[in-house]
């Protein structure tokens, strides 16, 4: 297993191979019985080829990819299948257009659906098969890694253990641990990786270096500072090295391509969709008989309050200005249905018609919670630099109960790293949301409480030399009083 895991990356390499080249000859051999000249050599067959090879590499980059290792099988298959059937729809259409000529097709014609269905089936097994056969090479590989947890409380043990346990092949907790333990050095020396959550900046500096030192794995939580040096980038000033934080902003230019794209995606989506809200429309008034749209006051830019608009999804009599609940009575059941598939927000397309949102941004809040929020986290008011949008990294990457901090921080993630493609990745890999519903828009509800230990193993000595010197972070640890264990 040693000399495995030596060559773990290329294991991976040569899978992820596998798996695209399976993909790759089955969709030409099954094409193939079809047009035969597809599998000799002719331009046609040469573009054909490139073009499922652009696309099927491009659009693994955009949703993550066979990421064995690092996520779960079924995301991965979500991810992949996504990938692929992109990929499949697109190069079939392409060999349509090819084959549209004076020998073969005068005129268009989208010949063989059956087969690109065949594809498609083939397609998902295939990659079925290699996430949890991949999977199952890595973590045979690699053993789980033996990590400590390091916070400042037990409500921060509660916000950080359920999201590691989800990982039980990854990461092994043999100690959970508050950052003024007498024994945090060995426990550390002991471990494989270390997570720092919640741990104050100046502890979390010094426990950071000591974990490089000692070649630790480091996980620690964003705090603002960390979203400003996110954005930065290395500047030689003379001979001094230094990091460079400008101001982020949208040119002239991106404003103008954001809200052209604005503009024109919303127009063919109220188009294109119509129909589908239509029927939400009578689904909604046959239940109840009540409006069909909710309105809210929500604050974009600059703080500017406009209504946004959404297909009603609970009872209008008794509701309130608070967040969703798991099991909350107010729901519908036609809107059970919308706020799991998001169908619910597609009314919000006429809000960025209109200007008052776009495609992507951080999402508009109530505005009772951002009084809330920002009376918490002063910082909340930085995601009003942008305009609110229909999707946007937090809600690619977060549920509906990911806490306002971490969401606070995914937004201003997407607002420092602006661009043109950024937006169109987002929109591409807003499609995994519907994949993912059911914990993607899950309510806010109560998990079991988890509380500090150690393991009993024998911890060995931590490496002095490793250890900050006297007077210094070190001694602070051990004087900052340890918190009440009421918190």
């Known amino acids: 297993m040693k000399i495995l895991r030596k060559f773990q990356k290329t294991i991976v390499l040569l899978l992820k191979l596998c798996l695209f080249t399976s993909l790759f000859a089955t969709f030409f051999l099954v094409f193939g019985s079809q047009y035969p000249w597809l599998l000799h050599r002719s331009r046609t067959a040469a573009i054909t080829m490139l073009t499922f090879a652009v696309f099927g590499f491009a659009l693994m980059g955009v949703y993550g990819g066979y990421s064995i290792g690092v996520n779960k099988s079924k995301p991965i298959i979500q991810s992949m299948t996504i990938s692929a059937w992109i990929t499949d729809v697109l190069t079939h259409l392409e060999l349509c257009i090819m ?26 097994i295939l ?123 949208l040119t002239a230019e991106q404003q103008i391509a954001k809200r052209t794209m604005d503009l024109v995606t919303s127009a063919l989506g109220l188009l294109l969709l119509s129909p589908l809200m239509l029927c939400c429309a009578i689904a909604i008034k046959a239940e109840d008989h009540g409006k069909v749209f909710f309105k809210q006051k929500r604050a974009t830019k600059d703080g500017k309050i406009f209504e946004v608009y959404k297909f009603r999804t609970m009872r209008e009599e008794g ?42 941004g951080p999402r508009p809040e109530m505005i009772e919670n951002v009084d809330e929020y920002t009376q918490e986290l002063p910082e909340f008011s930085y995601r009003l630099r942008v305009k609110a949008g229909l999707t946007g990294f937090a809600q690619v990457a977060g549920k ?22 950024s937006d169109i990745k987002l929109i591409l890999q807003t499609l995994t949301v519907f994949l993912k519903a059911s914990d993607s828009t899950e309510a806010f509800k109560q998990s079991e409480e988890s509380d500090f230990f150690t393991s009993e193993e024998e911890s060995p000595k931590a490496d002095e030399s490793a250890l900050p010197a006297e007077g210094s972070a070190k001694d602070d640890v051990s004087a900052v009083q340890e918190p009440d264990e009421q918190e």
């Open 127 to 249: 990659i079925v098969f290699f996430a949890y056969f991949g999977n199952y090479v890595y973590f045979t590989i690699n053993s789980p890694e033996k990590c400590c947890v390091v916070t400042s409380s037990k409500i921060a043990v509660n916000n950080i253990l359920p999201k590691i346990s989800k990982y039980k092949k990854q990461y092994k907790i043999t100690d959970v641990v508050l950052y003024t333990d007498d024994k945090l050095f060995d426990i550390i020396a002991r471990s494989d990786t270390v997570f720092l959550y919640d741990v104050p900046i100046t502890t979390r500096t010094m426990l950071i270096e000591y974990c490089y030192a000692t070649n630790k794995n480091i996980y620690y939580n964003f705090e603002m500072c960390d979203v400003v040096s996110l954005r930065g980038k290395t500047s030689i000033l003379d001979d001094k090295p230094l990091i460079y934080s400008p101001v982020k902003s």
């Open 400 to 421: 509906y109960n990911t806490s306002p901090k971490d969401k606070l921080v995914m937004d201003l993630m997407y607002i420092d790293h602006y661009s043109f493609l």
């Open 319 to 360: 509701s309130v200005n608070r967040s969703v609940t798991s099991d909350d009575d107010r729901i519908t059941k036609v809107g059970k249905i919308l706020r799991k598939f998001r169908i619910d927000e597609l009314p919000q397309l006429i809000n960025i018609f209109k200007g008052e949102m776009s495609l992507v």
């Open 99 to 124: 084959n549209t000529n004076a020998a073969n097709n005068p005129t268009f014609q989208y010949e063989r659906p059956d087969l690109l269905l065949l594809i498609m089936l083939v397609h998902l």
